[in-house]
């Protein structure tokens, strides 16, 4: 006898509980209509992942117990068909003097119209961009639940996330009867994630002998991305099946009972590049940032540089030409090519161009300040105030048409501070915030070779990724007089900033003493900067965002 299982892996909107339970109700009925007798969604999936201190109010748990009961009723015709969906339950019982926490992040199962059973995550994550253990009460029981075809019936064991990573709860499982493990689960994307998810979890499918499904969401919240790419394995560990990357699909997995055991099999997607899985995350992260907050349109200052040029190129892939608008603002000390280039990509994308040249303020703001700067030698002050200009500029454009300005600036320059605070970083979204320069040349390159959303072959002029980066906000500048060369700075980055290093491993591995000096130095004095900066796109398992929390005010240096 063969089931059908099958994963809604949908892009959900963290606290639109109509529009979720619509998605939900919708696929149930596709999935039924098309014979499936389990349909599983992700983690949250009434709620949204992640609803952070929404869950401290009242009115929104109570909104999500509604919810629930609205799916349960709207699901109670399609007999035969069960469905596991994600959402908070529980409440407070808080003082001014103590808080007893009460929520559970719970998966309930529905059956005919009625929730026969609902099981509370046990391991709550509290790392990286993971913060449950503020929220939530982990559960201490298993939950296993049947679903029957015919005469037959499979026996199913629970799992939410976390509680896969770890023995004890899918232990729990089969000893309480599971025969398959269905695993619902948020797990936001970074570089090498999708393989690090299989892997734990054919690990997992191996020591209990069990074969698993694994339901994931997709879709952008915030700086999150969910990358999707479900999948199902077989008791061995054995890949059964997987899911596209970065699209909604309803993934079917056929799941025959067979005298050996339970075995899955399904449709296999194939596994993309590092660039193109970034890439994707980045349209992603772009389209359903503006969509679901409803922006009607973005523009960005476009210099001539590669920055701009690459989130250019994801803002046109994520949206359109026609939602994109560019403005290249150039200064006394633009070249002649940054214009060239500039009016170049912007024809080959079709995307809207304009040019306001800033020399006019930028003469208005030195004849006002003339008194204060007199006998002070020129420094990066006259710099930053070309960047603030253009800032000004961009912003005063948003706010008259509503869209958002999409900034430009990199993790390199995060890192160090080579940026200008309500400047080049003013904006309301960061598309590169934690792409580092050596992977903005490489993403560059795959782009040009590579048109995965159909808006046009070739768009970033070659001199563009091959001149020599500059802020072009003094004569013959460039980003390398400040700063070390790209390839040591962003290793330096990665170790320090990203893994944790110290700075004795950063010498002992033969990096400049002057290097790590000063990036580290720049790393730490910059804390201020980053801290008012746009919230922009997560790509790596440590961005700086929800997984960077270091003091300000801070005289600790190793």
């Keep these: 006898m063969t089931f059908k299982f099958c994963v809604a892996q949908l892009n959900y909107v963290v606290g639109d ?29 009434i709620c949204g992942y992640a609803a952070e201190d929404l869950f401290f109010r009242p009115a929104f748990m109570q909104a999500c117990d509604d919810a629930l009961k609205s799916l349960t009723h709207a699901l109670s015709g399609l007999k ?39 099981y509370y995550k046990q391991m709550l994550p509290n790392y990286q961009v993971f913060d449950e253990q503020r929220y939530f009460t982990p559960g201490q029981q298993p939950c296993v639940f049947p679903v029957s075809a015919g005469a037959q019936t499979i026996q199913v064991g629970l799992l939410i996330c976390e509680d896969a990573w770890f023995d004890a709860p899918a232990q729990q499982a089969k000893d309480a009867g599971a025969q398959i493990l269905a695993v619902i689960n948020a797990s936001p994307f970074h570089i090498g994630k999708g393989s690090e998810r299989e892997q734990a979890m054919a690990a997992r499918a191996s020591k209990v002998e069990l074969p698993l499904v694994y339901a994931h969401w997709v879709g952008g919240q915030d700086e999150l991305v969910f990358d999707g790419r479900s999948f199902a394995l077989n008791a061995d560990g054995g890949l059964a099946g997987r899911a596209p990357s970065f699209k909604e699909d309803l993934f079917d997995i056929g799941v025959t009972l067979q005298n050996s055991g339970v075995v899955l099999s399904g449709p296999i997607s194939t596994e993309q590049s ?10 992603l992260g772009v389209r ?28 046109v ?53 003339a008194p204060d700067f007199a006998h002070l030698p020129v420094d990066a002050t006259e710099e930053n105030i070309q960047a603030r200009i253009r800032g000004t500029m961009l912003m005063a454009l948003s706010n008259k048409t509503g869209s958002i300005v999409l900034t430009t600036g990199n993790k390199s320059e995060m ?37 995965p959303y159909g808006t046009g072959a070739n768009p970033i002029p070659e001199r563009i990724i091959t001149r020599p980066p ?74 700086f965002g929800k997984d960077w929390r270091y003091p300000i005010t801070n005289r600790f240096r190793s």
Excluded at 22 to 43: F, M, N, V
Excluded at 300 to 311: C, F, K, N, R, Y
């Design 317 to 369: 892939d994520a949206l359109g030409a026609d939602k994109v608008r560019t403005v290249m603002m150039p200064s006394p000390y633009t070249a002649d090519i940054s214009w060239i280039d500039a009016r170049d990509m912007a024809k080959r994308l079709g995307v809207q161009y304009q040019e306001i040249p800033i020399l006019p303020q930028f003469d208005a703001f030195m004849q006002a300040l």
């Design 288 to 315: 359903d940032y503006v969509q679901k907050n409803g922006f009607p349109g973005t523009l960005l200052g476009l210099s001539g540089g590669i920055d701009s040029a690459l989130v250019l190129a994801i803002a």
């Design 80 to 118: 035969g068909l069960t469905v596991v969906v994600g959402h908070p339950v529980g409440s407070d019982n808080r003082t001014r003097s103590v808080s007893v926490n009460k929520r559970y992040n719970a998966a309930s199962v529905l059956q005919d119209g009625n929730v026969i059973a609902t």
């Design 415 to 451: 890192a160090t501070g080579y940026c200008t605070l309500y400047g080049d970083m003013a904006g309301g979204f960061a598309v590169l915030k934690d792409v580092s320069k050596t992977l903005v040349f490489k993403l560059a390159r795959w782009r040009n070779t590579n048109d």
């Design 274 to 283: 590092t660039e193109a899985d970034v890439w994707d995350t980045l349209v």
């Design 470 to 543: 500059s802020a072009e906000l003094r004569p013959d500048q460039t980003d390398q007089d400040s700063l070390p060369p790209y390839d040591v700075l962003d290793a330096i980055i990665e170790r320090y900033m990203e893994q944790d290093e110290s700075i004795q491993s950063l010498l002992d591995a033969g990096f400049a003493p002057e290097a790590v000096e000063k990036v580290t130095r720049l790393i730490k004095i910059n804390e201020y900067k980053r801290r008012q900066s746009a919230v922009g796109i997560r790509i790596t398992h440590r961005s």
């Design 17 to 45: 509980l109509t529009g979720n339970v619509k998605k939900i109700t919708d696929a149930a009925h596709q999935a039924y209509a098309e014979g499936a007798q389990l349909l599983l969604t992700p983690e949250l999936s």
